[in-house]
Nanobody, 124 residues
Framework: QVQLVESGGGSVQAGGSLTLSCAAS????????MGWFRQAPGKEREGVAL????????RYDASVIGRFTIYQHNANNTVYLRMNSLKPEDTAMYYCAAKPGGGCALGALFFDHWGQGTQVTVSS
């Protein structure tokens, strides 16, 4: 049974930092495509970052390049999203997603499994 459990969300002021964590279980984590997505009220879910560690591949949405970093620790089956220089427009529910096997693409329809989300709120 696949499980993805996010944590680390919270409220910060603009310019601040947060690190989100996603603990994964029930599938082959080290060779899966893992992604972070976000959804603000009234907006569609959008891809933020993804990683496929076995081929040393990462990709970011243009809006977060230079501010966010995705990485994973295979020893504890956890993927992280380090978020620096946060802006009010980063405010959203952040979701972890997994696509076991195959390729890696920054699109919500590509992913098979989702966590429940963790809220990030950035105030100006």
């Amino acid at each position: 049974q696949v499980q993805l459990v996010e944590s680390g969300g919270g409220s910060v002021q603009a310019g601040g930092s947060l690190t989100l964590s996603c603990a994964a279980s029930g599938f082959s984590f080290s060779d899966s495509c893992m992604g972070w997505f976000r959804q603000a009220p009234g907006k569609e879910r959008e891809g933020v970052a993804l990683i496929k560690d076995d081929i040393d591949f990462t990709r970011y949405d243009a809006s977060v390049i230079g501010r966010f970093t995705i990485y994973q620790h295979n020893a504890n089956n956890t993927v992280y999203l380090r978020m620096n220089s946060l802006k009010p427009e980063d405010t959203a529910m952040y979701y972890c997603a997994a696509k076991p096997g195959g390729g890696c693409a920054l699109g919500a329809l590509f992913f098979d499994h989702w966590g429940q989300g963790t809220q990030v709120t950035v105030s100006s």
